[in-house]
């Protein structure tokens, strides 16, 4: 079969299949002869005409490596041409370096990496690893992991699926993005349309699929005041299901997903509900003081969006390319929250009533500030220990500069953690993940 006769017979196929191939020429060249869209409604192959030969058979035959072949006739060729295809999508690279891939800049490579664009590839590079037992960890924007220096013996499926639908009904628009997205894209996005309930989520580092894990929150807002699905891929049962709000088990910085089941889901889009036209949410007095000092006295969505930016900036908490305090997780540890007899033992440890601390809505504990108790336990911004340190500032993040390995961050993190636990015998919960470690002790490797 030549390869004339070869998309010929392809073309065959998807018409079994019930879909249509057209055949165009494209005012814009894709990277590829074509794909599967949506015209009209309607599901199509379009293929480039003035693509070679060959750049329309690999487009056509990638197309239907997505769809299932077992109910038509297809000459071997096709078949072959198109299982190729479909290896050729979850084909692991074989060590691929992870410090350029996560924030922290720490730590060696991925046994095998893959990048998924589509709902098709992460399931099949799933089955992939699954079939040769290998673990699998996946991977966002890296901002809220550290890497161990002997890298992660497994599978690293980078998620890269892109794409954001928002649909308005009455007094509420839902936003559904995939998990590839920035999130900082996503909250610009409804910001701008005036939709309410992101905007003190402004410049998180990271991408749409890691914000139900630990419930990303900040100024008073979380993702679980919006999420009302969360698309993923269930690994146990081999489906893809929406979860709703009550089945993810989000808590502060936590979430079902991170502690209880945490290898299960791979998540694959992400459905918040918004307020078109609604108010911002100004609860924090270091946003309200910011706010005041601009002279904005009734703010809108995009006020507190800069505002939240600028104060986020002056402590290194957007990620800035030459910000000196840059190569971080953000917050290092989690802030602690203790029975309410324990926190006035810690203040009058501390010889300060006026310690911060605020009640949980169970009034029985109270959440303490991670940052005094490090800082009062004797690590000042600036610390250092070699190339690892805290932020010049912030007192939670632990920053790596030049030369800096995944151990001197551990080593750093284990001395700050025992030196609150000794000064104050509060013991604090790393906010990151930390893969490729031969053992965690209390959330943190040892050394
Ligand atoms: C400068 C800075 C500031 C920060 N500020 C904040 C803040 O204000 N508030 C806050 O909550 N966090 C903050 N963070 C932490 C971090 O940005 C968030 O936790 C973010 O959601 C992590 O996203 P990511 O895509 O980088 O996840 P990654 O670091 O890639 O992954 C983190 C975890 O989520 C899992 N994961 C990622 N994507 C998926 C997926 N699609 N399916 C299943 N599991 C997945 C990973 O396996 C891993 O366990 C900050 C970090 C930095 C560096």
Known sequence: MDERELLDELVRVATRLGVEVRIEPFETPPARGGGRCLVAGREVILLDARAPLGGRIGALASALADLDLDDVYVTPEARDRVERERDARVLPREDVPLAPLSTMGV???????????????VLAVVSWADQRGLPIRVLGGGSNLVVADAGVNGLVLRIALRGI????????VEVTAASGEP?????????ENGWADL????????????????????????????VVAVRVLDRLARTVVSLPPTACGFGYRDSAFKSRTPDRYVVLAVTYRLRPGGAPLVRYA???RHLAGRGVESPTLGDVRESVLAVRRAKSMVLEPGDANRRSCGSFF??????????????????DPTMPRWPEPDGARVKLAAAWLV??????????????????RHTLAIVAREGARAADVVRVARRVRDGVLARFGVRLHPEPVFWGFARIEDGLPET
């Not at 990271?206 to 419930?215: D, F, R, S, Y």
């Open 199 to 226: 905007e003190c989520l402004s410049g998180i580092p990271g991408l749409v699929g890691a914000t139900p894990i630990q419930n990303v929150g900040a100024y008073g807002q979380e993702v679980s005041d919006t």
């Open 183 to 191: 999130w900082d894209d996503v909250v610009r996005l409804a910001v």
């Open 375 to 392: 800082e009062r336990a004797g690590f000042a911004r600036g610390y250092a220990d070699g190339p690892v340190g805290i932020s010049t």
């Open 107 to 121: 730590g060696g490579p991925a046994r095998w990496y893959v990048e998924a664009h589509d709902e098709a590839t």
């Open 165 to 172: 639908a928002a649909r308005e009904s009455g007094r509420e």
């Open 334 to 351: 989690v802030n602690p929250v203790v029975p309410a007899a324990e926190a006035d033992r810690i203040a009058a440890a501390a010889g």
């Open 286 to 288: 270091e946003l309200e």
